[in-house]
């Protein structure tokens, strides 16, 4: 069966988006390629594992010094991401 109306490409993700409640999934993805990019080479070379749950970003680390300097920086960092992703996605940001 035909449509009469003719969406765009975009419409229609962004409808099947929608439909199957992935929204806050594709968040959470961009959160940590947005993680990635703001933390650059160096840390991620020493990052073990990054996952986002329930608005808190858990970071394993294998330094304790780029621990400790993420520690200060943490509210800075979260400041950074939840910019980018254009909403407050990222609550807190813990280190291990």
């Known amino acids: 069966m035909r449509r009469n109306k003719t ?3 975009g419409e229609a993700l962004s409808d099947l988006v929608r439909e199957y409640r992935l929204e806050k999934g594709l968040k959470e ?3 940590l390629n947005i993680w990635e ?3 650059g080479r160096v840390i991620t070379a020493r990052t073990k594992r990054t996952y986002l749950r329930d608005g808190v970003l858990h970071i394993h680390l294998t330094s304790s010094v780029v621990r ?3 520690m200060m920086l943490r509210d800075s960092l979260k ?3 939840n ?3 254009g909403e407050e996605v ?3 940001i813990v280190l291990h």
């Open 37 to 39: 990019s703001i933390a």
């Open 83 to 85: 910019s980018r992703a």
């Open 29 to 31: 993805a961009e959160v």
């Open 79 to 81: 400041n950074r991401i």
């Open 68 to 70: 400790n300097e993420l």
């Open 7 to 9: 969406i765009t490409l």
């Open 90 to 92: 990222v609550r807190e």
